[in-house]
DNA sequence: CTGAAAGCGCTAACAG
DNA sequence: CTGTTAGCGCTTTCAG
């Protein structure tokens, strides 16, 4: 174990330890098939002996590339990233990459900017699991991704696309409403890419049922404190509604507060159904109904067209859209009174 | 802008631009202050006209040192890390430090260590605000500071501590359920190192006023299905309980689950408290009494120190708790009916 | 598979 | 303040 004394033992120092030259070593590193056992394992003894680890800077600095990913997230409060970030290093992990992960909200709060970040820190390629203002993603001469959200909206929207079908989704959730035989369904929506496809999903499917869409909160956002306003809205211009579409998971526990406030509960007065299926979707004393976007496969499917896209940077761009599901618990349930 | 072909200008361009050695431009980029306004200027106008980025790369190899230092938190999941990263980067950023963070969870999952991704990294730092399995951070040869926990049970416990006062925290909830008139007070506790402050805490207000501590969950996890699971452990053995303080804000919600299962509501039957005043606590439907720990403060304050580390490696060990406070929404109030 | 050699872009030390 | 000079530890040729 090297201590502050001794200083670090590089590629010379294990070449030297296990008889072999420092090419070698280097092959070993990089895991180069052209290695014969024997040798690649006195390399690894030498290696664990020596309490060796290769400096990332200066591989980076002769080969020009990181093995770093950049991952952008919306904000570290809402934990859809998590299931995101699992399946994106579950493939980046074995292709020895590394993930780094930045949010926007953060770097607002410090006034850094997370894209300037990742380029000065020399990322090899981009996931872009957020919405950033316009114009940050300009300079971006490397790779990208979009996972999540299907287009950002971006002059050139050429990029790479792995996402959950948010409109499918919306129109699952609704449609169950409807086969639980509600017909006064209305939606909390909020200013963002899955917001709007989220919404228009649950449009479809109401004017499928030959019903009119009610739609509130266009102007807000898509925190815990929207999704109340925007159920209080609701509620106050059609106090007949007996079922809700939240845009996401947070918005809908704003509306069960927006509920109560008014002396109804869900399942048995008005009912609710979520979004993403957070992990506060599962809470016991919450049990949303919601829809699954299977972030994990996003992130996994993403980081593999991450990896497709390094190798051949000149195909065309790659679009996936995933298949939702419904995970049904205790906010939903049959129409009581139809008539309210 | 520069494009794939040309490629990306160095410092040597850099200077040669605006009309200065290579090394004065190292010394800009190093916010020296040995430089003249007019140069300094020159300098950034050419950074600008040329895009130029420096090279963390070549920076890192050449000063022995990343400016990066590893966050390592435990759970995505838990938000409670979101503030005591921002504080952390608030003080982090202007001295041009990078924060990389990693999550214990997660590495878990996909299997490689967070500790030796970030050694690997050479981070110059490390900050730990998880409990890492024991000999994880064995290896670990650069300066370390614990954030928001008061002790690791590590061999060597040296290192610079910064946290919220989770004794002081759990009298507070404690004190405040006193006050309202409880007196049958269960507490719920878990495996962790701030959850055996917390429940030290609350023992100590019930002993202070004569009362009994009555406390479960000691072999589960902190999760909202161990707090779940705690309550209705409590709630069988003393269903006399009028008020409940929970480890953290998650279990307060198991908690709350666990109360409604048995027909009771909160604060109305029982009052409940949780702990981290996470954004959890402040959702409108949960309105959770919570003990803030002031994470924000412990980051900025855990950064304050790691840097005076860096520029101080053998200073004695810097020890600092914060006092929490507690934040009164509506999960909590008088006692009803005391004999039931 | 080996060994030599040439950098990658920057920092740091020093003499001007 | 400038300019020069060495490297930092690794990857990448390329000829053996």
């Given at each position: 174990m090297p201590t502050d004394a001794n200083p670090r033992p590089t590629i010379y120092d294990v070449a030297q330890r296990a008889g072999v030259s420092k090419s070698l070593v280097s092959l070993v590193l990089r895991g180069?098939?052209?290695?014969?056992p024997a040798r690649r394992e006195a390399v690894e003894a030498a290696i664990e002996e020596l309490g060796y680890r290769p400096s990332r800077a200066a591989a980076a600095l002769a080969?020009?590339?990181?093995?770093t990913v950049g991952v952008l997230i919306?904000?570290?409060?809402?934990?859809?990233f998590v299931e995101l970030l699992a399946g994106l290093r579950s493939v980046l992990d074995p292709a020895r990459y590394t993930a780094s992960v930045a949010d926007l909200q953060l770097e607002a709060a410090t006034g850094s900017n997370p894209v300037e970040g990742f380029l000065a820190q020399h990322v090899d390629a981009l996931v872009v699991a957020a919405e950033p203002?316009?114009?940050?993603?300009?300079g971006v001469d490397v790779p990208m991704v979009v996972a999540g959200?299907?287009?950002?909206?971006?002059?050139?929207?050429?990029a790479d696309v792995v996402a959950g079908d948010d409109e499918l989704g919306a129109r699952l959730a609704t449609k169950h409403l409807l086969g639980l035989g509600h017909r006064r369904i209305g939606h909390l929506t909020g200013r963002s890419g899955p917001g709007a496809h989220r919404r228009r999903g649950y449009e479809a499917a109401m004017r499928d049922a030959g019903l009119e869409p009610a739609v509130t909160g266009?102007?807000?956002?898509?925190?815990e404190a929207d999704g109340y306003a925007a159920a209080c809205a609701l509620l106050d211009a059609r106090?007949?509604?007996?079922a809700i579409v939240a845009g996401n998971d947070v918005m809908a526990v704003g509306a069960l507060a927006a509920l109560r406030e008014r002396g109804?509960?869900?399942?048995?007065?008005v009912s609710v159904v979520g979004h993403d299926d957070s992990p506060l979707a599962a809470y016991r004393f919450l049990g949303l109904t919601s829809v699954d976007g299977h972030s994990r496969e996003v992130g996994a499917a993403a980081a593999r067209a991450l990896l497709a896209r390094l190798d051949h940077p000149d195909a065309p761009p790659h679009r996936e859209l995933l298949e939702p599901s419904l995970v049904v618990r205790h906010s939903t349930g049959p129409v009581r009174d139809a008539s309210r």
């Open positions: 180069s098939d052209h290695v014969s080969s020009q590339r990181t093995r919306d904000d570290f409060h809402n934990p859809w203002a316009p114009g940050t993603l300009d959200m299907r287009e950002l909206g971006l002059p050139d929207d050429g266009e102007a807000g956002g898509t925190s106090p007949e509604t007996t109804l509960a869900a399942p048995a007065d």
